[in-house]
């Protein structure tokens, strides 16, 4: 039942971030707006890879993301600062599409399983989980702004 509301709650809050950026103009993509430091191709670049690398290499899980996204999409990155063409919008959403599934399937009898130590201060792969999706909804809300502020 736990493992049900978990992953029940991760796929509801990909599904709504992929219906949010399905509606972003591929011009728009690439534009960084005044008052923000990232384009939504880098907000969602960056839950791919934070979501990959918070769950699957503190759980020491094999990884799905190919480990240059991080150079691109990890904290304190910028599309200013790439020195070349970033992973392309489509295989980012694709990933995105994926990816949840690829977390149940790898970790489905996992949650209680004890994960490295780390910054959010998880003990286990549920609250590395349960720290992911929180993180995934306050990037829901900067690409809901940064919509709006591109229209």
Known sequence: ????????????????????VEGCPEDKRNVVPAGFNNSIHWQIGHVLAVTDRLIFTLSEQPSFVSANYISFFGNGTKPADWQEDPPAWEDIIAQLKEQPVQIRESLHEKLDMPVKENMMKAATIEQLINFSIMHEANHFGVISAMMKVLK
């Open 1 to 20: 039942m736990r493992d049900t509301f978990l992953f029940g709650a991760l796929d509801r809050y990909r599904n709504r971030l992929l219906q949010l």
